[in-house]
């Protein structure tokens, strides 16, 4: 079974930058594709961004973050990145990373097929 945990979130002014990062234990995660989740208070949980298995070289992102954030992944270190740039209050939330052990999330990944969720990071952003 695969474990992940986030870390790099934090308290950052609007406008600043944060670079996120997801580590996984267990075999075989390099195959599979990953996202990048958040959920802000009394709010669902919704899709940010997610990138394919292997090469990573598919990725997708939510229309609220296209175009400031980028996912990347690096295979040795079982770590999945979200450099956050030009950030909004908006973008305030608990960061999660998970998968739902398909190859490739063209199209984002489904919440309800993610199995095994981390403890997140907080990410808040002051106006």
């Known amino acids: 079974q695969l474990q992940f945990v986030e870390s790099g979130g934090g308290l950052v002014q609007s406008g600043g930058f944060l670079n996120l990062s997801c580590v996984a234990s267990g075999f075989g995660v390099n195959a599979y594709a990953v996202g990048w989740f958040r959920q802000a208070p009394g709010r669902e949980r919704e899709g940010v961004s997610c990138i394919s298995g292997w090469d990573g070289r598919s990725t997708f992102y939510s229309d609220s973050v296209k175009g400031r954030f980028t996912i990347s992944r690096d295979n040795a270190e079982k770590t999945v990145y979200l450099q956050m740039n030009n950030l909004e209050p908006d973008d305030t939330a608990v960061y999660y990373c998970?998968?739902?052990?398909?190859?490739?999330?063209?199209?984002?990944?489904?919440?309800?097929?993610?199995?095994?969720w981390g403890q997140g990071t907080q990410v808040t952003v002051s106006s």
């Open positions: 998970g998968t739902d052990f398909a190859p490739a999330c063209p199209l984002g990944m489904p919440i309800g097929a993610v199995d095994s």
